[in-house]
């Protein structure tokens, strides 16, 4: 009965290759994110998604490429992946949109390390 | 940059006390937000506060909001070492789509 969950949870891989994370949510929420926590912690948005329709692309380098095949799916790939992707990335859901009236439901996290 | 900045970045403190940490932030917000993140772990909402709010408690939670400081604190009483986490503020703008989080401040609670 998880509400927004990823995989995979844990994730190495060697620089240059190509990944993708998925998330999923059972919450009926309409938008869906995917937000990077570095290692010091901050979170900044990478992508939001509203009923499948991108709403902000976060200057993201477009190695990372979203896709929402319905609203209840957010998938994120990677291309090329560099030492600098490694980093925990959360999937996030909200109703109602970005102002999140009853706030957001996040994922466990991915963390990725790129070696 | 960062829209929210917490402060302090770090608190210990024994159990049974009160902890109290404060968010900054700069522009004009619809709603500001405090989440919870355990070590290894998702982020938890705790707690939503409109602009036209000025307090809101949540069980053992106390949250205030000051939109003329653009400022807000979260105060957790009777702290537990359950509590131990980092506690997050976002804050939501009338219009920018997005949920824009500060640094977050580290809590101990010491048992």
């Known amino acids: 009965d998880t509400a927004v969950s990823q995989t995979p949870k844990y994730l190495v891989t060697q620089m240059g290759n190509d990944k993708s994370i998925k998330c999923e949510q059972n919450l009926g929420h309409d938008t869906m994110y995917w937000y990077k926590q570095d290692s010091k912690k901050f979170l900044k948005i990478m992508f939001s998604?509203?009923?499948?329709?991108?709403?902000i692309n976060e200057t993201v380098p477009n190695r990372f490429s979203p896709k929402s095949p319905d609203k209840a799916h957010l998938n994120l790939h990677i291309n090329s992946l560099e030492l600098g992707d490694s980093a925990v990335y959360f999937c996030?859901?909200?109703?109602?949109?970005?102002?999140?009236?009853?706030?957001?439901?996040f994922g466990s996290g991915t963390r990725l390390t790129v070696v | 940059s960062q829209q929210g900045e917490e402060d302090p970045q770090a608190l210990s403190i024994q159990e049974g006390e009160n902890a109290t940490m404060n968010c900054s932030y700069k522009t004009s917000i619809n709603n500001l937000q405090w989440y919870r993140q355990n070590s290894g772990r998702g982020l938890v909402h705790l707690i939503l506060i409109r602009s036209n709010e000025r307090e809101k408690h949540s069980g053992r939670l106390r949250v205030t909001l000051d939109t003329s400081k653009k400022s807000s604190s979260l105060l957790i009483t009777a702290s537990r070492a359950a509590d131990t986490a980092s506690y997050f503020c976002?804050?939501?703008?009338?219009?920018?789509?997005?949920?824009?989080f500060g640094g977050g401040t580290r809590v101990l609670v010491k048992p």
């Open positions: 976002a804050t939501a703008r009338p219009t920018g789509n997005k949920l824009t």
């Open positions: 998604y509203n009923n499948k329709e991108l709403i």
């Open positions: 996030a859901s909200s109703q109602e949109g970005w102002l999140g009236a009853r706030g957001y439901t």
